[in-house]
Each structure stands twice: as C-alpha cells, then as structure tokens.
C-alpha cells in the first residue's frame, strides 16, 4: 500500500513540475510578444512619419535623391517583413534606424533646413519614437533574456521540444550602426 502512495506521490510531483515548466515556458513567450508588440507600436509610429520627413526634406536637399530613396526603400522594407517574423523585422529596422541617421546628417549640413518648422516639428516627433523604442528594445531584451535563460537552463532544457520552447534573438545595433553617419557633397 505505501508502494503505491509512493508512486502515486512521484507522479503527482512530476505532474507538478510539468506544469510549472510548462506555465513558465508559456509565460516567457508571452512576454516576449508583449515587449515587442510596443516596439512594433512605435514602429508603425515611425513608418507614418517617415514620408511627411523625407517630404519636407526634399525641398531642401533635392540633390540628396539617393538618401532619400534609400530611407524610403528601407521603411518600406521593414513594412514588408511579416508581423510574426520578430528576428527579421529586427534586421529590417536596425537598417532603418542607419539611414534615418542619413536624413538627419542632412539637417546638420543644410542650416536653411535646420531651420525650418515642419522639419523641427518633425524631427522632435521622430526622437520622441526613438526615445520609446529604446526604452521599448530593452525591455524586449530583458524578456528575451529571461526566456532564453530559462530555455537554456535546467529544468527548463529537458523540456524544450515538449512544450516548444522558442529562442527569440536580442534587439542588437548593426556594426554599421555604431559608425557616424558620413555626409559628403562632393
């Protein structure tokens, strides 16, 4: 008789334990979703301010085509990556984020553009998103610290293909990104 309590004591611990990887392989997932659903806000955020930017700048800069074709080409890049492709739609922003920095380079070398109101109005606009996608990107990290760690770990490795652990990837600047932005008018 204690034989079977005692087997019926391991399975209930298992069962318990199962549970609790399971919930927390569930809810480290979830949190990954949520902390980039608020980069994807501000994202779609950027994507609508994007073409009133690249507009006002081209009065201003219209010798600065290929610029502005490319934040162009790239926001609408990033437009086209698919919502549940997150490591790809990293990608496709991180080269956004580079030739968004091109635009602004612009500011800097035309001052008659620096000047004008709609390009300032626009450029505040433009940081404020920056501001909260950063704040947005490490707390995206964090989660995906979190989830991986977890997934990475005991006990949470054993159970990995059972309960389809997913490896998300960090939210990382591109080495060309962490360059300055060069402007010639050669």
């Known amino acids: 008789m204690s034989i079977i309590l005692l087997l019926i004591g ?3 611990v298992i069962v318990l334990l199962l549970v609790v990887v399971f ?10 979703k949520d902390a980039w659903s608020n980069i994807d806000v501000a994202l779609k955020r950027r994507y609508d301010l994007i ?11 219209a010798h600065e085509k290929t610029t502005l074709e490319s934040v162009i080409n790239a926001r609408n890049a990033a ?8 490591n790809g ?3 496709a922003e991180n080269h956004l984020q580079q030739t968004l920095r091109s635009i602004f380079a612009l500011g800097e070398a035309y001052p008659d553009l620096k000047a004008n109101a709609g390009f300032l109005d626009l450029q505040q606009k433009l940081n404020e998103i920056e501001e909260n996608l950063e704040r947005s990107r490490r ?7 979190e989830n991986n760690t977890y997934g990475e770990s005991m006990p949470g490795v054993l159970f990995t293909g059972m309960f389809g652990y997913q490896h998300f990837d960090y939210f990382e600047a591109e080495v ?5 932005v060069k402007v010639s008018f050669n």
């Open 10 to 12: 391991v399975v209930v």
């Open 23 to 32: 919930n927390r392989f569930v809810k480290n997932k979830n949190m990954v």
């Open 139 to 145: 707390y995206y990290n964090g989660t995906v610290r």
């Open 51 to 61: 073409p009133n930017l690249v507009e006002t700048v081209k009065g201003y800069a």
């Open 89 to 91: 739609q990293i990608k």
């Open 79 to 86: 437009m086209a990556v698919p919502s549940d492709d997150i």
């Open 176 to 180: 060309a990104e962490r360059e300055n």
